[in-house]
């Protein structure tokens, strides 16, 4: 009986697998990895986000926003969302992780949503 537990699990993690990606994500202070399981590491950025302050909106995430330090209009400001190992502002972050969670799957949608691990 044990023997048809283990059988029947490997057979779901499987066919899971195929319907969708594990991920794992190293969200750092200076840098944010995602490793996608059978690619390895798809990303490794830095923890930056370059917001609009007029609008609120991401203008870009990890290194595109960090080329833009200095060298964009007073109103698109870069910022950390994690400080001290800390996440300091939730909603920036949850941007940040959402666009790195497309890029790593190509921008390709699966059946069913990824299975996601976060280490801070």
Do not use: C
Not at 33 to 50: D, F, K
Not at 66 to 84: C, E, F, N, S
Request: proline share 3%; net charge neutral.
């Amino acid at each position: 009986m044990e023997q048809l537990r283990t059988w029947v699990k490997d057979i779901i993690t499987r066919v899971y697998s195929f319907l969708s990606d594990d991920i794992g994500i190293d969200l750092g202070t200076a840098n944010t990895l995602v490793y996608v399981n059978g690619r390895g590491i798809v990303i490794n950025e830095p923890s930056m986000v370059a917001l609009n302050q007029k609008t609120g909106q991401v203008v870009a995430v990890g290194a595109d926003a960090k080329r833009m330090l200095g060298r964009t209009p007073a109103h698109i400001t870069a910022v950390q969302p994690l400080v001290d190992g800390v996440i300091s502002d939730f909603e920036v972050t949850e941007e940040m992780l959402s666009y790195l969670i497309r890029k790593a799957q190509n921008g390709k949608a699966r059946l069913l949503g990824p299975r996601i691990v976060i280490g801070v």
